[in-house]
């Protein structure tokens, strides 16, 4: 897992005050009396990066955090529609890992954007994730019939102008209830 811009200079800025706050506890030790939260200020300014190595923390008496495994996102640069070649080729039935996928795009399509077309509602599932294989196997599918695509921006999936299209004739596709959420 990599993290965002936003996530580094977060956690930069985390680790940054929780150090400054302990180096200026052993420089003026009657002036900022720490002891046990020196100790807190060490695991605050590490916890930000522990999330690269761990998915899981749990912290007996305190609580519990986790990971996230799926993202999402939009586009505002739709995929042009494919070649004609690939217009050309018949649709098939899709598998239920390809029904899935284009369920979930085509809910949050229309959560986000309602009818407007000229944005995408992205996601896309980590490597980390139980359902990943599902999720690989269904976006390939689902690329190779010309429904969805990777955006070159975010590697997330979207539907394109084709997919929207195919669930939009598809009535079975856009009451399936068995999505990811997010």
């Known amino acids: 897992m990599q993290m965002t811009p936003t996530q580094i200079k977060a956690a930069f800025a985390i680790s940054s005050i929780s150090l400054a706050i302990v180096l200026a506890h052993y420089i003026w030790p009657t002036i900022i009396i720490l002891d046990k939260a020196v100790l807190g200020l060490l695991a605050l300014a590490a916890l930000p990066w522990l999330t690269l190595f761990f998915k899981k923390f749990k912290i007996p008496g305190v609580g519990e955090a986790e990971t996230q495994e799926r993202t999402q996102s939009t586009t505002e640069k739709p995929l042009p529609p494919p070649t004609a070649l690939q217009a050309l080729a018949a649709p098939a039935q899709p598998s239920p890992n390809t029904i899935k996928l284009l369920a979930t795009l085509w809910r949050y399509q229309r959560q986000t954007f ?12 980590t490597p980390a994730a139980k359902d ?16 969805a695509a990777v955006s070159p921006e975010n590697d997330q999936c979207m539907l394109t102008n084709e997919g929207l299209a195919y669930v939009a004739g598809n009535e079975a596709l856009q009451t399936y209830t068995g999505v990811w959420t997010f």
Do not use: H
């Not at 990943?132 to 429904?147: I, R, T």
């Open 132 to 147: 990943y294989p599902q999720f690989l196997a269904g976006l390939s599918e689902a690329v190779g019939q010309g429904w």
């Open 114 to 125: 309602k009818d407007d077309n000229t944005k995408r509602w992205t996601f896309r599932l």
